[in-house]
Every structure is written in C-alpha cells, then in structure tokens.
C-alpha cells in the first residue's frame, strides 16, 4: 500500500440546488477538488435507500441506489422532465438535505421521467444482469401496493406495473449516472471507497427473498436481532434491530449472497469498508422484543470462512475493517489473518493511555487512519469539549504551544505525518466546523445524515496547503496506488 490521503463526505453532503447532493456536475467538481488538493480517495457512506431515519445503514436493500441521488438536471437533459418539473424542484435551504420534502415530492417526479422513457431495453438488460436489483424494484412495489406495510403482513402479492417500472428506472439511471461519476474519478487520479454495512434491515428484499438466510421463527419473525454492547457512544449500548444472519446455513453455499453483494459494491467502488468487521469473528445477539442492548450475548461468526470467500470476489481490491468498538485478541487475529488493513481514530487516542492504538505514534502501515468517523463529534467540537487536562495533552502531543483555539493544523499534520498508510478525513474537519455539522449521533433516531456543504465553503478552502501536506508527506502519488 502506497502512501496516499483521502476525505470522508458522503453524496448527500454535496451541494447543488435540488434538496439533496447528486451524482451531477458537483460530484465532478467536488473530485477536482480532491485531484488538485494532492488527494487520491473519496470515501462514501453507504449508496442504498436509507430508512426512515434517513440512516444509510438500514435499507430496503443492500442492492439499492438512493433514488434521490439521481441528478434532476440531467434527466432535464435528457428529456426526462420538463423546465418546469426541474424549476419546482429547487431547494429551500442549501445547507441541510430536505429530507421530509424528498419523501413527498421526488419519488413522484422520477415516476413522471420514468413514464416517459422510449427504449427500455438497457433498463432490462441491467435489471438481468443484477437480479438482486431486480427483487429490490419487485419488493418496493408491492410495498407501495400493500400500503407501505411490512412484508410479512402483505396481502396484495402483484405489484402496479407503473410503479414497478418506476423503481426500475431509478435504479439504472442511479447506477448509470454513477458510473460515469467513477469514471470521471478514476481519469483523474481517484479512486472510491464505498462502505458495506454488515447487517440488512428487516423489513427489506433482503430478508424477503432469502428467508432461509436469517434467523426467523415460523412466523417468519427475527429470533434475535443484531446491535453492540454498552460502550463509548451508548450506556445502553445500541439496539440496532436487524436481523442476524444464520450463518450455517449461509455457508452451504459458499456465502453466495454476501459474494453477489461484494461483486455489486465493487461495480460502485474501488474498494468498501466492512462495516463492524468484528461482527464476523463475533456477533452480538439480542433476544427479540429487548428494549436496549444490555441482554445481549456475544456469538460465533463466520470468521475467516466467509473473509475467504470475498476474497475470491474482490482479489487486490482494498477492504477496510471498521475494527472500532469491543475488541477482543480474536478480532485483533481475525484482522491480522484477513490481511484487511484496520481503522485507527485519532479521536479514540486521547480517551485512553499512552498504549492506545490509536494514537498516531502507534500506527503501523497497513491502518486506514481517521480524526474521526461519520460517528464521531467533528475534529473542532472533539477539541472545544475536551477537558482542559486532555486538551493540553494533546496539544503537547502534536507539538503545538499557542492558543489552542488555533491549533488544528497542527493536529492535522500529525494525522498527515503518522505511520498510517492511508489516511482519510472528514471534509468537516478541512473546513474546521463545529459540532453542529456532524453527520451523525450514534443512539439518536432523528437530526442525523442532513448535513450539506456548500460551493462556497468548499472555495473557501485552499488546495495548496492540503497538496502541499500531501507532498511534503509523501501521501500524493496515488496514480501508483491501485486499490
């Protein structure tokens, strides 16, 4: 692995005047940004239709692109929708995604430029050629015709072919316009690291079309649903709610579901990141019908069986293991021996002793480091709420002796000078923004996942100093670094 750098934002979190970021213009402007600034990896959030929550990590399905992610201007290229359409759908506010307004309005938008589509056939030749999409479109439809009601409480089986042929298109045009994005990515020296979370949500086409693959009683209910113990971010742990695979059965036939999900995120991404990788060597079951995650037992996964097999789908590719949270020496061997560089949090470094691994004089090369995660409180709001005793030791820990209002750069360096192979940070913490930008509180159901950046924050920034971190660190060349 090659020296290199990269910035955390997700596609939501891009600017633009249609309610959301977009697989548009600013996609490509934002990689120009990247590709002057000496960097070399765009890390994204999950891709898939987020929950109610607007959570990306509990979805309809793993095979999902976020409809709202379709780019409204190109559809108006396209002859998709009309002048007008595209004029009703400008924004309130460019600095949070409008998320109450995208439930109402965009999904019916996308159905008229759906109805007007001439030649379907690249729509079903991508629909045959990724039959998990396929059940994702079927899923939702006959949602839509059961009221939006669980699947295991459906009555209408056939879906309206409208609605069907809607979500069909959504999801190649999602795909479609994003593999141009990837490509614009690539031709300039940057590659995408998307994110796979671990677990699907119950109530999805996951679940609903690989029953057998879960652990469900005969009502077809979970027997126990996934979530961590009690830890940094929780007292009470985290109540996650999905449902845990059956791993036995899975394994039968040599993980086939989790190697079709492996091959579709490495169609969006360059490499992923393994969502609560230690939940492989170890997962954490909770009786259904609990109200917090303290009942809860630690299970035997699949370990390096299952590692083995996504291997053998995914070759050199990078994958990250998101290493975080109880870490016991078994998950420390399962990272080892799957040959997955592991995360270091800068963030974590100064909550420990002088032994924590993650403070940068601890990381070795094959780590992936961070300031912090999409978790975590942002680099300037970890500092502000920092007990003075801790403050000072970090300031002295990155050489730093002024105010200390003023003393991120400093820390920044220090993450660019580590040992880390690949170091990764949020665009919040380019930016030096506050609490109130994070983009997510772990254990909070609603204020998440809104945040937005703004074209005029971004020119705010100057890609000299982070290219000149970049060479002066040697983390430029990523031309040589294929993931």
Request: overall charge negative; some cysteine.
């Amino acid at each position: 692995m090659k020296r290199s750098s990269g910035v955390l934002m997700h596609v939501s979190s891009l600017w633009g005047e249609y309610s959301e970021g977009s697989f548009g213009m600013e996609a490509c402007q934002w990689i120009d940004f990247l590709a002057d600034g000496g960097f070399s990896v765009w890390q994204v959030l999950p891709f898939c239709l987020p929950d109610e929550c607007n959570s990306p990590y509990k979805s309809f399905s793993a095979f999902s692109i976020n409809p709202n992610f379709i780019d409204l201007p190109t559809l108006r290229a396209q002859g998709l929708i009309t002048a007008d359409e595209l004029a009703s759908a400008k924004q309130e506010t460019p600095y949070l995604c409008e998320f109450d307004r995208l439930s109402r309005e965009r999904f019916a938008l996308l159905s008229q430029a759906a109805s007007r589509v001439k030649d379907r056939t690249p729509i079903e030749a991508f629909l045959e050629a990724h039959p998990q999409v396929a059940n994702f479109c079927r899923f939702m439809a006959i949602k839509a015709a059961n009221n939006g009601e669980e699947w295991v409480d459906w009555k209408q089986e056939e879906p309206d072919e409208k609605v069907l042929e809607a979500w069909q298109f959504t999801q190649y045009e999602a795909y479609r316009q994003w593999c141009e994005v990837k490509a614009y990515a690539n031709a300039r020296g940057i590659s995408i690291v998307g994110d796979i979370p671990i677990y699907v949500a119950y109530d999805s086409a996951d679940v609903w079309a690989n029953q057998s693959l879960f652990q469900l009683d005969r009502r077809k209910r979970p027997t126990s649903v996934a979530g961590v113990p009690p830890d940094y971010f929780c007292e009470d742990g985290q109540l996650w709610g999905n449902p845990l695979y059956d791993w036995r059965r899975m394994k039968q036939d040599g993980y086939a579901w989790w190697c079709e999900r492996m091959s579709f995120m490495l169609e969006l991404f360059d490499g992923v990141r393994i969502d609560h990788f230690r939940g492989l060597e170890s997962y954490f079951s909770i009786p259904a019908g609990e109200t917090t995650a303290r009942n809860g037992v630690w299970k035997k996964g699949p370990g390096m069986s299952l590692i083995r097999a996504l291997r053998r789908v995914a070759g050199e590719k990078l994958i990250i293991a998101e290493d975080l949270g109880d870490i016991t020496p078994a998950v420390h061997r399962l990272v080892k021996e799957s040959g997955c560089p592991g995360m270091r949090v800068l963030q974590f470094g100064f909550l420990g002793d002088e032994n924590s691994p993650h403070l940068p004089h601890n990381y070795d090369f094959h780590s992936v480091a961070y300031t912090g995660t999409h978790d975590n409180n942002t680099l300037l709001g970890f500092v502000w709420e920092l007990d003075e005793q801790t403050r000072a030791r970090l300031m002295e820990y990155c050489g730093y002796e002024g105010d200390w209002n003023a003393c991120y750069d400093a820390i920044l360096r220090t993450m660019f000078a580590s040992h880390a192979g690949l170091l990764i940070l949020p665009v919040q913490d380019l930016l030096l923004f506050g609490r109130d930008t994070r983009i997510n509180t772990p254990g909070r159901a609603v204020g998440n996942w809104s945040y937005r950046l703004t074209r005029e924050q971004l020119a705010s920034l100057s890609t000299k100093k982070f290219s000149h971190w970049n060479r002066l660190y040697s983390r430029q060349s990523f031309r040589e670094y294929h993931l």
